[in-house]
C-alpha cells in the first residue's frame, strides 16, 4: 500500500468563454471539472500502474464529496478527513483572444480538533503502507511545519517518506529528513538560500541538501528534465523532445514514477529514466496526471544520461 496526502486538494475547473470582461456577464462555452491537488495528481498516476494507494488530506462540503468520488472512482481507498469548511475550486478560463485567467480559493480555515483528527487519521492510514508521499501546501491554518511531525510520525513506523512541497512547508520540514525530496529549481533556491543558474548551482545546492541525510533529491528542470543525487552518484537526465500540451502535473508524475520505481526495485539510472520518461509523457496529455502509457515507453528510451 501507498499512502499519499493532499492536504489542500482542489476541484480544478476550466471555463472557456469567447472573451472575459471585466464589470459584466461572461457567457461560459465549455465547463470541465476535474479533481486536482497535487496528492489527488500522484494518486491518479499510481493507480494508472496498478498500485494499491490510500489518500488522505482535509475535504469538506460538496467539493470534497466531488473529490472523494472522484478518488473512489480510480479505485483508490479515501481516508480523508472531513472538515466543516469547504474544499477549494480553482477557475481557470481560457478565453479566445489567449488570456488564461485564474481564480483560485484559499482553501478552508482549519480548527485544531480537525488538525488533530488528521493526525490520528494519518497514524491509521500509514499502518500498512511502506512508502507516504506528502505533496502540496496546506490550507489556513495548519502550522508550517506539519509535513515536519508527519515525516517523523512515518520514520518512527519504519515508512519511507516522500515529500514535495515549497515555501516555507517545504523549508520548515527538511530537517525532518524524507527518503526523497523533490524540489524544483525555485523551491531549491528558498531551500537552499542561494540562486541557482547554473547546473553547478543546481548541484552544489542539491549535495547541501543531500548531505542532511536524504537518501534520493531529484531537482526538476521543467523541459530541462531532472537531476538526481544520492550520497555516491549525481546525475542529469535530460528530457525528451515532445509537444507539451499541458506541463501542470509533471513534478507529481516524477513523484508518482519514483515511487513506481521503489516499488519495482529499479537500480538509480533506470529509475531516472522513468521518472523523466514518465514525466514527459505527462506533458503530452490535456488532463493533468494522465500518462500516455503507449508513449511512456519510447520516451524512456529516449532519455540520455550524463553522471557529474
Ligand atoms: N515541456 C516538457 N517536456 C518534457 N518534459 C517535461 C516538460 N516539462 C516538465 N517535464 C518533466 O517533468 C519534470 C517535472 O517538471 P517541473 O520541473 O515543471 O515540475 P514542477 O515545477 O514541480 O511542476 P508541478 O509542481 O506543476 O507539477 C521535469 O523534471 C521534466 O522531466
Ligand atoms: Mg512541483
Known sequence: MITTVTLNPAEDKTFTAARLILGQVNRIDSVKNIAGGKGINVTKVLRQYGYPVRALG?????????????????????????????????????????????????GP???????????????????DSDLVI??????????AAVYYDLIL??????????????????KESINA?????????????????????????????????????????????????LLYINDREIMYAKAPEVKAVNTVGCGDSVVAAFAVAEKQGMGNEELLKFCVGVSAANATTLES????????????????????
Do not use: W
Open 289 to 308: 496526471a494522465v500518462i500516455p502509457m503507449d508513449k511512456t515507453e519510447e520516451l524512456i528510451e529516449q532519455v540520455k544520461i550524463i553522471r557529474y
Open 109 to 127: 480555515d482549519i480548527r485544531e480538533k480537525e488538525l488533530d483528527a488528521f493526525f490520528e487519521d494519518f497514524n491509521k492510514g500509514i499502518a
Open 58 to 106: 482535509f475535504l469538506g462540503g460538496y467539493t470534497g464529496k466531488f473529490i472523494e468520488d472522484y478518488v473512489k472512482s480510480i479505485g483508490a481507498e479515501c481516508l480523508f478527513t472531513y472538515v466543516d469548511g469547504e474544499t477549494r475550486v480553482n477557475i481557470n478560463i481560457l478565453s479566445q483572444d489567449g488570456y488564461v485567467t485564474e481564480l483560485l480559493e484559499p
Open 177 to 225: 529528513c524524507p527518503y526523497m525530496v523533490k524540489p524544483n529549481i525555485r523551491e531549491l533556491e528558498v531551500l537552499s538560500g542561494r540562486r541557482i543558474k547554473r547546473m553547478e548551482d543546481a548541484i552544489g545546492a542539491a549535495l547541501q541538501i543531500g548531505g542532511r541525510g536524504i537518501n534520493h533529491v531529484m531537482v526538476s528542470m521543467g523541459a530541462k528534465g
Open 134 to 143: 506528502l505533496s502540496g501546501s496546506a490550507p489556513e491554518h495548519v502550522p
Open 153 to 170: 510520525q512515518a520514520k518512527n513506523k519504519g515508512k519511507k517518506v516522500i515529500l514535495d512541497s515549497s515555501g516555507i512547508y517545504l
